[in-house]
C-alpha cells in the first residue's frame, strides 16, 4: 500500500491593518501572517496545528506575535531596527525618534 502522507509549513498572507506598535507608540500600517504546520494526506489538507499569528510593522520592521486572530495582544518577538538618518546632519538615528539628537532639529520624514 502506498500512502501520500506530507508534513509543511505554510504562510498564508491575511492582509494589511493598521495596528498599534508598542515599540514606537503609535498606529503603524501591520502586515498580518498565519503560519501553521499541515497534515497533507493525497494532497488534501487534513489537520492544521501549531497556528501562530505573526504581525510586522511595516514603518519600523517590529515582529509581533498575536494571541488570536482577534490581534488584541500582541508580543514583541523583534523589535524593529530599522535606522532613519537625520536630513540636516546625516546622523543615523532611531526610526521613532521626532527630533534628532545630534543637532535637534524635527526629522519627521523617514529618508
Ligand atoms: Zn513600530
Ligand atoms: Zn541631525
Redesign the pocket.
Known amino acids: 500500500m502506498f500512502f501520500f502522507i506530507a508534513l509543511t509549513n505554510r504562510q498564508e498572507d491575511l492582509g494589511i491593518q493598521w495596528l498599534e ?1 508598542s ?2 507608540q ?1 498606529k ?1 500600517r501591520a502586515h498580518i501572517y498565519l503560519t501553521y504546520q499541515v497534515l497533507i494526506l493525497f494532497f488534501i489538507p487534513v489537520f492544521k496545528w501549531n497556528k501562530r499569528y505573526l504581525v510586522k ?1 511595516e ?2 520592521g ?1 515582529l509581533y506575535e498575536a494571541e488570536d486572530a482577534s490581534l488584541e495582544k500582541l508580543h514583541l518577538l523583534k523589535s ?1 531596527d530599522r535606522k532613519k538618518y537625520c536630513p540636516y546632519c546625516l546622523a543615523e538615528i532611531d526610526a ?1 525618534y521626532q527630533y534628532c539628537p545630534h543637532c535637534g532639529k524635527e526629522v519627521k520624514e523617514r529618508m
Open positions: 506598535c515599540h514606537c503609535k503603524e510593522m514603518d519600523c517590529s524593529g521613532s
